[in-house]
């Protein structure tokens, strides 16, 4: 496909009136053809998704889409009422007020037709009163899809129902009223072959009634699938806030939403959700973030912390001031990740759409053949029609369009309520072939924060009073090795005032506590008070520091009195999930710009046998470019602006949510919770899409080679075969939906 113009313009359009891949095919054809257009048509989220010349006016892609036979619009914006999922869908509506109809209506003209015992004396005539509102009515849409393809010299799925129906229902009307068919105590034997019988004694009203209903059937669960299965993305939108308690002029104005703007500072009650992405001006609190990252435990936020909008204030009044609004905003753009994977389109699928696409002339020939061959072997003319219907009706081949992408929007949607948004259906494919994962070590092995790990005290002190003390003093300081010490003090002791606070740049700080004159920092901040470490604290120092880790002493009243080890710890949950990853056959390698020392400690300690350490950015490029001249296929994880670059080189690449934009564009799959086990659930859902979308192709593709030479040579009645048919699409959806409950293996 030739690729769009430099200055594109990206349109999406919604589609109405598809009925089949085969309809998606045609539009997508007829947009293709306009000069610089490069046009995408998902039968699925009746979408398109177009890259034109800049200025290109969308009145004229609608055109052309009109012109086609069928109707396109621009896409409205988003509702995220919760009542969305449960306003009714016309087009959903009258597919369910059809087919209620339809199965009243020819239950018992099937069950007449079927059982010799129900055939009264004037039983046909019944069948005819109750087939014709099926065929005139219930069956319309076919009949007008039909009809609407042919006027533009084209033959749809549509077609091969309407041909099929309509057939077989005049032919029923020839026989009553022209042939015997009518005449009173007549009964017609149903029969799972095609004999050699009189034409004008057959009625085949249970056939057009029997695949009427069993199409609509099919298609009404597809549509309904369809529609269930975007409940991720208006459950994404649900999540944001409504309105927002704005400050202007020092007063509080509650405003709609779409009316806040960037710079914009709002105030957030306990209970309430953050409006927007921002940063805390004042106040601290507890947010939950649980609904959009997973994470159950609260993060306690304070003035200058960046907050997520949709997340909810579980603790005291803050006000904050809005950096990102509207589209901008994570939420957002987790919503379009959803929006993107569930309308593009895999190699698979253009498979699917190139083979429907020329399927339906090929069966028509292949009918209008059987019904020569029949009536040239001399069988009568009720056997010929009867097998070059079983054709139309067996050929359908609904299932084949819908394989791929029910099993995208249920997959990529259950992808979503895990907190795993998959980019595009491309990733998939690659997922199947990675057996290498490269994982950034900060932020994504390791909490990226620093937490104290160690207290060693000197002899004759106690760990409270030395936690106390420095505690206390770092407190002051907004260092984050400081506020790690201060951090983990607080959670122990209670830490006292501090007077004659002061920062010592590069080397620590000083004040007074208690009485107590406290020198927390560096040991060159020691020997400017002419203070040494004694042996045990310095062996407890070396030690630490030849761990990869940082340690801190603290002295007071002119005696060193112990030393804080403060290191960036490993992730409750990534030995696990480097486990999972061996599991899966991927081999894992960690890749960092720390030192070896730490690497390989890190490495150590979540069984990680392969170490890149002490590389720069451009490096973990080279580092991944390497493994795959290696003939290795390369996943990799990350989270920071450095490891953008590699996340794009990589054959597959995974950023965690809570890393930094730069990285989530660059990647193919996010990872809202930060958790690296979501990585493996990721490639464990993308390996079972694909397994899924291959089970619904080669069910949909087998089912019509074998069945078309089978009702070709008359073995299939023309009912049983619409019934095959429409299980089919049942079967394709229903084994779609089988992702629905694909369990991460995180919880």
Not at 107 to 113: C, D, G, L, T
Not at 523 to 543: F, T
Request: charged share 20%.
């Amino acid at each position: 496909m030739a690729s769009a113009p430099a200055a594109a313009n990206r349109i999406e359009l919604e589609i109405g009136g598809m009925t089949c891949a085969s309809c998606a095919m045609r539009i997508e054809k007829k947009l293709n053809k306009l000069d610089g257009v490069t046009a995408s048509v998902n039968y699925a989220t009746e979408k398109a998704q177009i890259e034109a010349p800049a200025g290109t006016d969308p009145a004229e892609l609608i055109a052309v889409v009109e012109r086609t036979g069928y109707t396109a619009a621009l896409p409205k914006a988003p509702e995220p009422e919760a009542a969305a999922e449960d306003r009714p869908d016309p087009e959903l509506t009258s597919l369910r007020d059809r087919l209620i109809a339809s199965i009243v209506l020819s239950v018992p003209v099937i069950a007449m037709s079927m059982a010799p015992a129900l055939q009264f004396e004037y039983w046909q005539w019944l069948s005819l009163a109750l087939a014709w509102p099926v065929i005139a009515w219930a069956a319309w849409p076919f009949h007008k899809a039909a009809w609407t393809n042919l006027r533009h010299g084209a033959a749809t799925m549509d077609t091969l129902v309407s041909v099929g129906t309509l057939a077989a229902f005049a032919w029923s009307v020839y026989a009553l009223f022209w042939g015997t068919a009518g005449t009173p105590g007549m009964t017609h034997p149903f029969e799972f072959t095609v004999e050699p019988s009189d034409g004008a004694s057959n009625l085949y009203l249970e056939v057009a009634a029997g695949v009427t209903m069993f199409i609509l059937a099919g298609r009404y669960f597809e549509k309904r699938s369809k529609r269930r299965a975007g409940a991720a993305l208006r459950a994404l939108l649900e999540m944001g806030a409504k309105d927002v308690a704005v400050l202007r002029g020092g007063t509080e104005t509650r405003v709609p939403i779409a009316q806040l703007a960037v710079g914009d500072e709002f105030v957030v009650r306990p209970g309430e959700k953050i409006a927007a992405d921002g940063v805390v001006v004042s106040g601290t609190s507890a947010i939950d973030a649980s609904m959009l990252t997973g994470e159950s435990v609260p993060v306690e936020v304070g003035a200058g912390d960046p907050v997520t909008g949709a997340t909810v204030n579980a603790g005291g009044r803050l006000t904050v001031r809005a950096t990102r609004v509207g589209a901008d905003t994570q939420l957002a753009q987790m919503a379009r990740l959803v929006e993107e994977a569930q309308s593009g389109k895999a190699e698979v699928q253009r498979l699917a759409d190139r083979v429907s696409g020329i399927f339906v002339p090929v069966v028509i020939a292949i009918a209008v053949g059987t019904l020569g061959f029949w009536l040239g072997a001399g069988f009568p003319a009720a056997t010929a029609f009867t097998a070059a219907v079983a054709v139309l009706i067996i050929a359908c081949p609904c299932a084949l369009g819908l394989a791929t992408p029910t099993a995208l929007l249920v997959g990529t949607g259950r992808g979503a309520q895990m907190g795993v948004l998959i980019k595009g259906p491309e990733v998939l494919e690659s997922t199947r072939r990675v057996d290498t994962i490269v994982l950034d070590k900060t932020g994504t092995v390791t909490t990226g924060r620093m937490t104290l790990v160690d207290a060693v005290a000197a002899d004759g002190v106690e760990r409270a009073e030395l936690l106390r003390l420095a505690g206390a003093l770092e407190y002051a300081s907004e260092h984050p090795v400081a506020q790690a010490i201060a951090k983990a003090a607080a959670e122990e002791v209670e830490l006292p005032a501090v007077e004659d606070f002061q920062n010592v740049e590069g080397k620590g700080v000083q004040g007074v506590v208690d009485g107590h004159y406290v020198v927390v920092g560096r040991e060159r901040l020691l020997e400017d008070w002419s203070l040494e470490l004694g042996p045990a604290l310095a062996d407890a120092k070396a030690a630490a520091e030849g761990e990869g880790k940082t340690a801190v002493a603290v002295a007071w009243d002119g005696e060193a009195r112990g030393v804080l080890v403060v290191a960036d710890t490993v992730k409750p949950t990534s030995l696990e999930a480097v486990a999972q990853f061996k599991a899966l056959g991927l081999t894992p390698v960690l890749l960092t710009g720390d030192n070896k020392v730490v690497a390989e400690r890190i490495a150590a300690e979540v069984g990680i046998d392969e170490v890149i350490a002490e590389v720069l950015p451009a490096d973990k490029v080279a580092a991944v470019a390497r493994l795959q001249e290696e003939g290795k296929v390369v996943a990799m994880v990350g989270d920071g602006v450095n490891d953008a670059a590699a996340l794009a080189k990589a054959d597959l690449g995974l950023a965690m949510g809570t890393g930094t934009d730069v990285a989530i564009e660059a990647a193919d799959i996010t990872l809202v919770r930060g958790d690296l086990r979501g990585a493996a659930d990721a490639i464990r859902l993308s390996r079972r899409t694909l397994g899924t979308i291959k089970g619904n192709l080669f069910w949909a593709f087998g089912y019509n080679v074998a069945a078309i030479p089978l009702a070709a040579l008359g073995l299939l009645n023309p009912m049983l075969a619409g019934a095959a048919m429409a299980f089919s699409s049942v079967f394709v959806v229903g084994n779609s939906l089988r992702l629905r409950s694909f369990k991460s293996r995180a919880l």
